[in-house]
């Protein structure tokens, strides 16, 4: 069968609040720490999402649109640099599963 | 609501409706917060719920033309693979066609949605029809305390005020780190990620591929060259006109070996037994969460507080020891018996620390902490790379000489073995793993 790309995987989520253009992010990331002391830069390739992303030189960025809530950042980064909440359900982004 | 609750439960998953189920038939006055949209919006599990806990709290739900779950279990499958072959020990058995039925695979967002629909009904018969609440789209944000006492909790600039609290949040469990019953910090070490597809067919093509029968349904679960290396393994479940297929993988072990985990996913999609599986189906969901591997030394030592009770994945209760991934059964019985001790503590009008304890008491004494304290080596045993690595091949290597036929002398099958376990391990290995494996199974 085909196999998908993770933007055609992300794109059959349902998200809450999707047409909002001003929500509020429920993680926050001190990219400072990822890009100055993380020796490994982990959320970069063990989030399911690929919220967090390196650039060219190297640097870590943080989006959130695509959080699925699953908590693997929270437990993967052990640098400090992941301050974890879930989305508020009227002003944050959520998942909805449709399966779950 | 000014009025005070008996008890608040944050999260309407398993643990949370459980305890909900519980309370509501015991007329106590409850509220049940859900931060989805509905109870069910948020979760994902595997998955399969283990047991006859789930008669208890819906008698007869077998008998419902569309209920919930979305199929019974009686085919099991335990997979080893390497790069190209699979050898598997298969059982199936007409034995678990009666219900109530030892193990039921549903999805969440339609069964915690249709259990809360139980719930609701439950209400509706209570003395507290008009008090109790399931309420959705609600995030707590804390749990207030009072001199060391949970005395409700806080929602934006909401409060809500009871005599006790059950804290059945889910593994992401936040509440239970900020009433300081877990460590602000949880590392990876024995924590495992979980991702999966759901995978839709023509529910004939299902019935046929699987030899499903009715409501029949299969479990198969895999070990080796599923995860790239990565310590954990892979799952697929049979739903009624789809299939749940994904892996639970080591979060330290990911970061050390530098893989993504949609990568490793394509790859297990890929692999020769598993592809042939598959074929046909459109993808139409895919999902991810954070699982608990069931190694105590995660788990927080005291699961209640003044006025409080953990349960649940929030309690980390979850545990894959080799014969089944249990959680939800387990989340069940951890929320029965924190209502039941709600209960009992209305009536004696005495939520304080003594009472509390008693809980986790019963946990204890229950199948719940006796498996999980009894296997641990198991689980030991699972995340060990002999045993997710060096297993499967020797098993495979074994396999593809013993059912090739060339036209040869043959050699013994204890020849065949010798030269496998020559090739792919130890003898030292072995004996370690076999001396571990009959103690821990």
Known sequence: MKLLSLNERLGLISYRNQAKSDIKPHIRVDTEICNTVCPHKCTTYVCPANCYTMDEEGKVHFQVEDCIECGTCMYACDQGAVTWEFPDPEIGRGVTWNFG | MDEKFDCIIVGAGVAGLAAAMTLARNNIKFLLIEKGEFAGAKNVSGGVIWGHDLAKLVPEYWKEEDGGWDRFINHRRLTFIDDQSSFSIDFKSDHFNEAPYSGVIVLRSKFDRWLAGKVEEAIAESDYAMDSFVATNILVEEVLMEDGKAVGIRTGDEKFYADSVIIAEGVNNLLTR????????????????????????????????????????????????????????????TNRDTISIGLVLGLKDLREKNLKPYDILNDFKTHPVVRDTIRGGVVVEYSAHVVSSGDKRVMPDKLYKDGLLVCGEAANLLMNAGKAIQGMDYAMRSGILAAENIIEAKEKQDFGNSQMKKYQDNLSDSYVMQDIDNFQDAVHLLHNPVMYQKMPNLINHFGRNFFTISNEPTQKARDMLRASVKEHASYWDLIKIGIKGARSL
Do not use: C, W
Not at chain 2, 196 to 220: A, C, H, P, T, W
């Open chain 2, 178 to 237: 900020q009433v300081g019953l877990q460590d602000k910090y949880v590392p990876a070490d024995h924590m495992l990620t979980g991702v999966k597809e759901i995978i839709r067919y023509d529910q004939k093509v299902l019935e046929d591929r699987f030899q499903l029968n009715g409501l029949s349904g299969m479990s198969n679960e895999y070990v080796g060259f599923a995860t790239r290396g990565v310590e954990g393994g892979g799952f697929l479940y």
